[in-house]
């Protein structure tokens, strides 16, 4: 099974925490629901390209947060969020990327001012 | 719990060669490329730890038994592939799969005829009938019938045609969900390196250096593309610098720091690939230091 | 007794594939019947040295001559010859004994078969030779030529393992056989006064059971040797190949 988890070659945050987040954000928008199976930890690393240690820890810290679940001999499954931990995580990943869209705005060295005129812009043509 | 190879300070002449290796323990359940040039000892290394080379000095230990020891035992626990498949040319694939069968308690018949299905290696052929890439298939399938502990590959996919190579690396992964499973692997594809590998191991002027843990090492460098070129040759961490303005760094939070504090700006930064970081090791002798 | 029966295992995954080249045998048998025919009645009065010779020569080709060239010593590389297909199996879980006694089945089997066919076969053919020794006697002189066969053959097998050739190696080995014929003239036609094959017919004639012993004893000290230098060849040498 293929997840679509795409790394980052420019951040700084470590892979694993990038794997982490991303899984994290597939569980909060539904896209991975409760019992799906993740694929193995060799497969991933196979499929991303990095090692299974890095894999081996995003999973490890997925599992200790209680996103997923590991059954010996069957694999890794999505285990039960509630409501309420998925609006957090949901939160979490909308500022992530809001804040990658402003460090990229302040390298194009954009205002503050700048910066919402162009959210806001942005916000009435999807409104259109 | 034994470790499935370990060796210790070994050292090896060959005419004006020398190979030296302080310290490598490999873990089960990894799976360890060796990288270096052509010539560069991959081969000598390999055959020490199946005592087919004879070290001059220093242990190598497999599964907690010294290779050079009277117990020989250790051997079946091995499947070790070496460049070129010699001696068999007389013989069909049928006839030295009864003799790796008979040999290896693991052997794995149902793997090993499911391998030559997928990539369609003909047994009944003496091998001396075969093409340079289908011995090499049979050679893999063999070594992947034996399903041991320990495998060592010596460059396994150099003759192999592109679907072949996938599915060997299919295999492969399948054999290590196991998780009791042990590889390393020579190879000059970084393909196959970046696919398969937890850990490198670089030979370099006859010197073997530790294990590497594959993405620390991808991590500990980073390339920065400045908007204007510095004013000092070279800054911290800096160990190349391209187009006046891309600048190479093995040490990218004092290259940061830096950059910061000279207020230089920076256009764009990535984690360089591991086909670059390999020819600054291997060609400009980078030192490592992770 | 478990190291000679793995062994023979071993062996005889080679007789298959060797199985024709046996064939090369049965030719080679007839044409040195035939000669040893021809020759016999002025070996036995006058010592025809070239009969020992080619005696020798002929032990000597069928202890390799029945494998495939895979199966055969060769060069490996620019200084190291070996067999490929022992350098293969050293690369398997098989014991250095078990390795090291394999070896020898192929070339001894071909030897028992070459030796005992090509005298019997001049027995039969050489009436010179059935009125210098009797049927009895002459299964004697058979135990004692398959143990000077075993005793000299045993080098091809204990060769397998492989040597570093250096510069004079070829040429000093080629050294060693030729001071080999010279001290088997100066011992057996010169000193005794009697070529070695007749030696052994007198021998066989004389002392049939104390030869058998005396060839047995000689050859499994011989064979013991072989062994033994082929385990260190194992132990010593480097497979860059």
Known sequence: MNLPIRLSKSSREPIYHQIENQIKALIASGQLSTGDPLPSIRLLAKELEISSITIRRAYQNLEFGGFIQTSQGKGTFVAEVDADMKTTMANQAVEESIRKAISTARQHELSDIEIIHLVEALLKKEEN | MTLPLTIRNVEKSIDDFKLKINELSFEEGTITAVIGTNGAGKSTFFKMMMNLVKQDSGDIDVFGKSVNGEDESWKQLVAYQAQTLIGCDPFTGEQLRKLMAELYPSWDEQLFRRFCEKLRIPLNKKVHKLSPGVRTKLNLALNIGKNTSLLILDEPTAAMDIPSRNDFLQFLLELMESGDKTILIASHQADDIKKLADYLVFIQNGEVTKM???????????????????????????????????????????????????NLAIADEQIPTLEDIIHEVLMEGEMINV | METLRKAFWLARFEFNVSKIHYLILIPMIGIYAVFFNLTMDT???????????????????????????????????????????????????????????????????AVFLGMVLVLISTYILSTELREAIAPLPFISL????????????????????????????????????????????????????????????????????????????????????????????????????
């Not at chain 3, 010779?53 to 495939?68: A, R």
């Not at chain 3, 049939?208 to 000290?221: D, N, W």
């Open chain 3, 142 to 241: 058979i135990f004692i030529w398959l143990c000077i066969s075993f005793s000299l053959g045993g080098q091809f097998p204990a060769s397998e393992p492989g040597h570093q050739i250096k510069r004079f190696t070829l040429f000093w080995s080629y050294v060693i056989i030729f001071l080999f014929f010279i001290l088997l003239y100066l011992i057996f036609q010169l000193w005794l006064g009697i070529g070695l094959f007749n030696w052994t017919i007198t021998l066989a004639n004389e002392y049939p059971i104390l030869s058998i012993i005396v060839s047995i004893l000689g050859s499994g000290l011989m064979m013991f040797y072989w062994f033994r230098y082929s385990l260190k060849q194992i132990q010593k040498n480097d497979y860059l190949q």
């Open chain 3, 43 to 109: 070996y036995l009065e006058d010592n025809l040295f070239l009969v020992d010779i080619l005696l020798i020569v002929y032990l000597y080709t069928i202890s390799f001559m029945g494998k495939p060239k895979g199966l055969q010593y060769q060069k490996m590389d620019a200084s190291f010859y070996a067999s490929p297909y022992f350098t293969m199996l050293n690369q398997l879980p098989i014991k250095h004994k078990v390795l090291a006694a394999s070896r020898f089945f192929s070339p001894y089997f």
């Open chain 2, 212 to 262: 590497l843990e594959k993405d620390s090492l991808i991590f500990s460098y980073r390339l920065f593309w400045l908007k204007e070129e510095p004013p000092v040759s070279r800054i911290p961490g800096e160990i190349k610098r391209t187009y006046k303005k891309v600048i190479l760094s093995n040490q990218p939070d004092k290259t940061l720091d830096y950059l910061t504090t000279h």
